[in-house]
């Protein structure tokens, strides 16, 4: 009766995904289309030749939702690495925080991460709920908390693998983009295509809070797809990483070379749906789990139960240029 009020709240709202097509997934389903059953796939292992990483977004409210999503995060560590942390934006419910110091740092982060084997590096960006706030006093914490690598509102971040090979982060500022004035979002942009087109990385990825693609409740967003997908092809990006959907989603749209995974689900989860770009949707808490490897990308989704819902493949890809 909960989730039928809930999609009927949803349906008067006149959601986005429902214009397109999509189909709705109420609270605890997932689905997964046009690829072989993965009724139990594989967990993962510990791979010493993979750079491994968890993304993970919309978490900060310090709620039981968040401390069970970070158990199954602390039970994953305990069987394969995890070597950092992207954090795809709100990271602090409901109005990001007022300074360096807010105690909100302490009862919404630090506590509920607090396992040793998630004492790795964070390199996140800011949500839309983080911008209700001070957006700078998330990049003053980096200089209080050395687990929290938040230089400024855009940045990226080089990783080698094992084997030498090279992977490049690159964090964006979406909320700026959706909402900056046009100076900002040029020079933003700029500074984005200058960053891939510099970078020497076999393996490039883009992470920031708002979808591109999505059957969610928001939908894909015209604006960033306008924005960022001839960078993203032309540059050869493999996957762009996001939140402010709360729930987890691969996708793939025909027309894009990229990757899409969503994984705003840290905290809470709700209805979602499925597209014509979807590869799995899951309308759950949790997570995404990456290993990567010199020509493979390994992705997971993994729910707060710590059950593992699908697995995806992707290859690596090149520049057109």
């Known amino acids: 009766m909960q989730h039928g009020v809930l999609l009927l709240g949803l349906l008067i709202a ?3 995904w429902l214009e397109q097509g ?3 997934l109420p609270p605890g389903a997932a689905y997964a289309r046009s690829f072989a059953p993965q009724d139990e796939p594989h967990a993962p292992e510990q791979v010493d030749s993979a750079l491994c990483w968890i993304v993970l977004g919309d978490w900060g409210t310090g709620g039981v939702v968040q401390r069970r999503v970070a158990a199954a995060m602390s039970a994953l560590a305990r069987r394969t690495p995890v070597h950092f942390i992207l ?3 709100d990271n602090i419910y409901p ?3 007022r300074s360096a110091q807010d105690p909100q740092w302490e009862s919404k ?5 607090a396992d040793s084997l998630l004492q790795v590096p964070w390199y996140p960006v800011l949500g839309n709920h983080d911008y209700r706030g001070d957006p700078d006093a998330q990049i003053a914490y ?15 971040v080089e990783k080698p693998l094992p084997d030498g090979t090279l992977a490049a982060f690159v964090a964006l500022d979406t909320q700026q983009l959706l909402n900056g004035n046009p100076q900002q ?7 984005l295509e200058e960053q891939l087109r510099r970078s020497s990385a076999q393996w490039k990825f883009v992470f920031g809070h708002h979808p591109l693609r999505s059957a969610g409740l928001y939908g894909e967003n015209a604006t960033l797809l306008r924005l960022l997908k001839p960078i993203f092809e032309r540059y050869g990006v493999a996957v762009y990483f996001c939140g402010h959907e709360h729930d987890l989603q691969l996708l793939k749209h025909p027309e894009d070379g990229f990757y899409c995974v969503v994984s705003g689900a840290g905290s809470s989860a709700r209805p979602t749906g499925y597209s014509a770009a979807s590869i799995v949707a899951a309308a759950e808490p949790g997570f995404v789990y990456a290993q990567l490897r010199k020509q493979r990308l390994s992705l997971w989704v993994i729910d707060s139960a710590g059950r593992v819902r699908y697995r995806l493949d992707v290859p690596q890809r090149r520049e057109l240029q």
């Open 14 to 16: 006149g959601c986005s």
């Open 22 to 24: 999509a189909i709705v």
């Open 87 to 89: 954090s795809v934006g």
């Open 95 to 97: 109005a990001g925080v």
């Open 109 to 113: 982060f630090a506590r509920i991460y």
């Open 142 to 156: 980096s200089r209080r908390n050395p687990l929290w690598r938040m230089p400024a509102r855009y940045y990226v």
């Open 185 to 191: 979002r040029a020079r933003q942009l700029r500074w």
